[in-house]
């Protein structure tokens, strides 16, 4: 398997508490995302980053932040859990590819499912 | 507004039938398409790609279908087998756009035995 691993798998954490969420990648890819992924929404990008302290703001970032300051390492933190924050977190990692056969893509981790109560 | 729309949660079939699934994309300037097949408690995996110089790709049982002038992505699945039971998302993304994918809601495939 592509060498991704998220931290925790689970988590719950009660409202207005911080929590950091850890991406780990032996790949030595440039790009990493966090998506979110909630029932009815799809997967939703919350930041990514193009280099070591490179990010950037996806789609749905309130409440996020994101740190990169080794190029293994990509580290999501909710500054003040809210119940809204409940969700699967899946991290990611690219090397873009542009040849136009094997086309591109991502390899995802396997998620970390946090709970805010 | 949404730029990838999977217009269909959930799509059943019966095992050896064909699997259709569909996706419509806003902007035409996306170059490149891609499917995702997710399990329950795993990441999404690449399940197969297009870009937009092609109309069609197959991977054995797998066949994406591309037609730029509808904006029309679809996935058929040949014959389907109860181990395709997945979540299945189309993603797309323009070359020299920050390399991001943006993906639809996904569309929840059971095939039946």
């Known amino acids: 398997d592509a060498g991704i691993t998220q931290s925790p798998r689970h988590k719950v954490t009660e409202t207005g508490t911080p929590v950091t969420l850890r991406c780990h990648q032996t790949?030595?890819?440039?790009?990493m995302y966090w998506y979110r992924q909630d029932p009815g929404h799809g997967l939703r990008l919350i930041h990514y980053?193009?280099?070591?302290?490179?990010?950037d703001k996806g789609e749905v970032s309130d409440g996020y932040s994101v740190s990169r300051s080794k190029t293994e390492d990509f580290l999501l933190t909710l500054e003040s859990a809210t119940s809204s924050q409940t969700s699967v977190y899946f991290c990611?990692?690219?090397?873009?590819?542009?040849?136009?056969?094997?086309?591109?893509?991502?390899?995802f981790g396997s998620g970390t499912r946090l709970t805010v109560v | 507004d949404q730029q990838v729309k999977q217009n269909s949660p959930s799509l059943s079939v019966q095992e050896g039938r064909i699997s259709i699934l569909n996706c419509d994309y806003t902007?035409?300037?996306?170059?490149?398409f891609l499917w995702y097949k997710k399990y329950p408690a795993e990441g999404p995996t690449f399940l197969i790609s297009?870009?937009?110089?092609?109309d069609k790709n197959e991977d054995g049982r797998f066949t994406v279908f591309l037609n730029k002038s509808a904006k029309h992505l679809s996935l058929h699945i040949v014959p389907s087998q109860p181990g395709d039971s997945a979540v299945y998302f189309c993603?797309?993304?323009?070359?020299?756009?920050?390399?991001?994918?943006?993906f639809g809601k996904g569309t929840k495939l059971t095939v039946n035995p």
């Open positions: 993603a797309v993304a323009a070359q020299g756009g920050s390399e991001k994918l943006v």
């Open positions: 990611a990692i690219s090397e873009v590819d542009w040849t136009w056969t094997s086309g591109y893509g991502y390899t």
């Open positions: 790949e030595n890819h440039r790009y």
């Open positions: 902007n035409s300037m996306f170059d490149y």
């Open positions: 980053s193009y280099g070591v302290k490179d990010t």
């Open positions: 297009i870009s937009s110089i092609k």
